[in-house]
């Protein structure tokens, strides 16, 4: 009865999940326009990885970049240049992304929806004046984005992937439907999902590494690791490390 038990409990439980032999991963929670946790967080990740064992790294920004915070066009312009200079840097497409580029088009109901959620601070980042933007009605704060946000940080904004599949790992910006292959994901699901992903109580095909919502530390469940420290309001910027089947956490911090 007993090695009955026992068998049941070693083919019910969680594998360990692992990065390919060779290769580390930092993956990068939510910056929302926080530049200077942002170069403090990419210096530690520097010198972390100095320190271990030579091995192909790549960097995934989870993403949402902009909004919220007060620097998102310098997080715009400082990770296109990292990315010229480091091609095995990976850019997931956040929801802040997906409204911004709406917006950019001129959706009206994305422009509407960027106001609500923080545009405000991304369109003064690229020098708006806040009294100019309180004044703008719809349109004219369009025409004011078209004018101030530069094409090529439109086009580094469109290269951004939906999902990085990386040994037993899968890095999306919000989550995955449960039950669904990850082949079939909706776009929509990778972007905004809440739950009933994160509720989910089994593990999945994939462990996911997410952002999108907020938690105080890492966030590690069965089936998911969330990386949003909310840096914007918490002045705590999070990378997660992972090599074979180890995971460790590189922060940024803000003073007071």
Partial sequence: MLKKLLNARRSTATPLTAIPEGERVYAIGDVHGCADLLDQLLARID??????DPA????????????????????????????AERPDTRFLLGNHEEVFLESLKGEPK?????CRIGGRETIMSYGLDAADYDRMDYEELHAAMRVRVPAEHQAFL???EDMVTIGDYAFVHAGVRPGTDLAAQRGAD???????????????????????????????????I????GAY?????????????ARWTVQATRAG
């Fill in 47 to 52: 010198a972390d990885d100095r320190a271990r």
């Fill in 56 to 83: 192909r790294t790549t960097i995934v920004f989870l993403g949402d970049l902009v909004d919220r915070g007060p620097a998102s066009a310098a997080v715009i312009e400082r990770l296109r240049l990292l990315a």
């Fill in 110 to 114: 994305a422009l509407r929806m960027f």
């Fill in 158 to 160: 469109e290269s951004f």
């Fill in 190 to 224: 990778l972007r905004w999902i809440r739950n009933p992903f994160l509720d989910h109580d089994r593990a999945l095909d994939k462990m996911v590494v997410h952002g999108h919502t907020i938690s105080a530390g890492l966030d590690e469940q069965v089936h998911r």
């Fill in 226 to 229: 969330g990386v949003d420290t």
């Fill in 233 to 245: 309001e918490t002045g705590v910027l999070t990378a997660l490390g992972l090599e074979g089947t």
